[in-house]
């Protein structure tokens, strides 16, 4: 019984929470819950709008989702729901698929199925480092990237314009060519909410800025009547609670589908664990279970599909406005939940006179923070690869398309990841004078034998590598023809297969032919019982502990003319 109750708990760490539930705790996140559903309100209509839904779906996105999660996510802060960037991914994932609005719904509510599977099964089998595909480079280009695009796709609602879509020049272009078309009443509309918005947030902090510009644009349309000059309005919203369904099941739209749900399950499962960690860190009262995380976000996008939600994830800004109003655990979820279903069942006719320009200005100050510029100089100045990879993900993700962004990112961070398995570092080593500490002599001041020469491999010995580890010790020997001795330093290599074996016997073989003395030093186990099942008994060998004791072994034989006690006995037979 006692385990069962701690399996109930890990998989409803909420549970484990409410034990020393307070009054306090209520308090808290009784307020945290109320502002973070304000938020969340306009806030979904405007990500629904870029996921290219009605705004009511939005809503229906911040309902059972957030419930879920609040009871089996170990996050006590994390605010789930929809977020510009997923919100973009399913309208470049679904758009070219449908061509209904009934079917394009239906496709959307069917992504949030597929997401929340994908993630859920790499939560049971534990596969939270598939997250590691991408990068932080290549994430930060992509989220650079799209939060440009989304910006962009919502300049029409904030010019009183016709729709465009498609890459950066695309979108550029159908703005330029409307220039003439543009609703100025509409576009001031659009630029006061931007500028409230920001204004609250710089001196009210405590009050939403997105709250003040949708109450300030429905009071403004419904006193002036401006849609009967050309501002446009979100109009009549569905109310009610969304009813229970099961999604609309096609093979040939799951197998079209695929690719783009697994890159919404990674995406959206990175940007949620980035924030929980982040505020974890900040609150360091509880532990964060990545893998867990990815069952209630899985769990938490299933159980939203069936009351027809589009894919959800962690918020960095309602998450931040969470831990901020001293939310205390997942009931904060629940009460933002509950602020939605209210808001769904008797405030929606008071949206009918919301400007979509009010929307579009919500989406352009969130997304504008998503932008990135300080890691693009940081990594500018590190000088490294990887700002290439920033630069690739991003372009491509600007250009291209976002299905293409991703792919091309994630690529990269496999390509790169292969190359630098297969190139590993090495080093030549030597003596820091008055100690028995070896380091490279390229950076440090170091004293060695010259007829000693000590290689170290920073990497595992596996068949990607193997050739390269050979062929620089055959070019490192030449370059050191004085060499009587070559101690190879395998403190770097934690793991080996049959291949890089292989090629360390090679090594061995014609160092020994050229007259030169191989000793094996810092060998890990399972690295040296290898050796010895490779060579089945036929070989004897001596693996010395440090650096140190190889290089004394080495004095030693050369003194002893041939009789090398501490080197490797090899049975020629």
């Known amino acids: 019984m006692k385990r069962l109750v701690q399996h109930i708990n890990r998989v409803l760490p909420l549970l484990e929470d409410l034990k020393n539930y307070n009054r306090k705790a209520f308090r808290g996140d009784l307020s945290a819950g109320i502002t973070v559903g304000i938020m969340l309100i306009p806030q979904g209509m405007a990500y629904a709008l870029i996921a290219g839904l009605p705004p009511e779906y939005g809503l229906y996105a911040a309902l059972v989702p957030l419930i879920i999660y609040a009871f089996m996510g170990t996050s006590r802060h994390l605010a789930v729901g929809p977020v510009a960037l997923v919100a973009l991914l399913v309208a470049s994932a679904v758009s070219p698929l449908a061509s209904t609005p009934e079917e394009y719904i239906a496709i959307s509510i069917l992504l949030a199925l597929m997401v929340g599977i994908m993630q859920l099964l790499f939560g049971l089998l534990r596969m939270g480092f598939l997250v590691n595909l991408l990068s932080h480079p290549v994430l930060s280009g992509f989220i650079s990237a799209a939060a440009i695009i989304i910006g962009l796709s919502q300049m029409h609602h904030l010019l009183g314009i016709d729709s465009i879509t498609g890459g950066l020049h695309e979108l550029v ?4 060519q409307q220039l003439g078309s543009i609703n100025i009443i509409t576009l001031i509309v659009g630029v006061a909410s931007i500028v409230l918005i920001v204004l609250f947030k710089k001196k009210f902090p405590a009050i939403p800025g997105p709250v003040a510009a949708v109450a300030a644009g429905i009071l403004l349309i419904y006193l002036t009547g401006m849609e009967n000059r050309g501002v446009a309005i979100v109009g009549e919203i569905t109310s009610g ?6 999604p609309v099941l096609e093979w040939s739209v799951i197998t079209a589908l695929l690719p783009m749900a697994l890159a919404i399950a990674l995406v959206g499962y990175m940007e949620a664990i980035a924030v929980a960690k982040a505020v974890q860190q900040k609150a ?15 769990a938490a996008n299933i159980g939203g599909s069936f009351f027809q939600a589009f894919p959800t994830t962690g918020s960095f800004s309602r998450t931040a406005i969470n831990y901020d109003s001293k939310g205390q655990s997942g009931v904060s979820s629940i009460i933002s939940a509950l602020t939605v279903a209210l808001s769904l069942l008797f405030l929606t006719p008071l949206f009918y006179y919301l400007p979509n320009a009010v929307l579009a200005a919500i989406i352009m100050v969130s997304v504008f923070g998503l932008i990135e510029y300080g890691e693009f100089r940081r990594l ?14 991003f372009f491509g993700t600007l250009f291209i398309g976002i299905k293409e962004g991703i792919l091309i990112g ?28 070896y380091r490279n002599i390229e950076r440090y001041e170091t004293e060695r034998e010259q007829e000693d020469l000590i290689f170290r491999f920073d990497a595992p010995l596996h068949f990607a590598n ?6 620089e010790v055959f070019k490192t020997i030449q370059k050191h023809p004085e060499a009587k001795s070559l101690i190879l330093d395998l403190n770097g290599v934690n793991e080996a297969d049959s ?9 061995i073989e014609n160092a020994e032919a050229q007259g030169v003395h191989v000793y094996l030093t810092e060998v890990k186990a399972p690295v040296r019982d290898l050796i010895k099942k490779c060579t089945d008994g036929e070989r004897e060998w001596n693996f010395y502990m440090t650096v140190d004791d190889a290089v004394h072994a080495s004095e030693l034989a050369r003194r002893d003319e041939g009789e090398l006690h501490y080197t490797i006995h090899r049975d020629t037979r």
């Not at 609670?241 to 099961?246: G, Q, R, S, T, V």
């Not at 297969?422 to 500490?437: L, Q």
């Open 466 to 471: 193997a050739e390269y580890f050979r062929d």
């Open 284 to 298: 360091k009262s509880y532990k964060i279970d990545a893998n867990q995380e990815l069952v209630a976000l899985g």
């Open 499 to 507: 291949t890089g074996v292989d090629e360390l016997f090679e090594v």
């Open 380 to 393: 500018w100045a590190l000088g490294h690869y990887d700002r290439y990879m920033l630069l690739a993900t």
């Open 410 to 437: 994630v690529a990269l961070s496999v390509i790169m990841l292969l190359y630098r398995s297969a190139r590993p570092n090495y080093s030549i080593i030597g003596r820091i004078p008055g100690t028995s500490i």
């Open 173 to 176: 272009y159908g703005i330029v």
């Open 241 to 246: 609670m969304p009813a229970f369904e099961i």
